[in-house]
């Protein structure tokens, strides 16, 4: 079973910026697809960021340009560079990785975008 670990969420102003971490265990980190997902206050759990094990990315209209996943194999770690936030960014923000179709999921980490 794979463990996800997150850390890096905080306060922060409007235009400010976080970097987000999350770090598996017991897994095959190199060859798994990699995801940030967030859940804005009263809303759904929605789809941010994607990074396969080749580090092709993907990410949701409402931050392209703005954030940047990437990925460390060393280091068992994917990241979530997240740059000129804005409030409607707030959220519980989850990592989740895919291996042969399982996924496995963090517990979250909080982000807030004061106005």
């Known amino acids: 079973q794979v463990q996800l670990v997150e850390s890096g969420g905080g306060l922060v102003q409007t235009g400010g910026s976080l970097r987000l971490s999350c770090v598996a265990s017991g897994s095959i980190f190199s060859r798994m697809t990699a995801n940030w997902y967030r859940q804005p206050p009263g809303k759904q759990r929605e789809l941010v960021a994607t990074?396969?094990?080749?580090?092709?990315?993907n990410y949701a209209d409402a931050v392209k340009g703005r954030f940047t996943i990437s990925r460390d194999n060393a280091k068992n770690t994917v990241y979530l560079q997240m740059n000129s936030l804005k409030p409607e960014d707030t959220g519980v923000y989850v990592c989740n990785m895919i291996r042969l179709g399982v996924p496995s999921w963090g517990q979250g980490t909080q982000v807030t975008v004061s106005s």
């Open positions: 990074i396969s094990r080749d580090s092709t990315t």
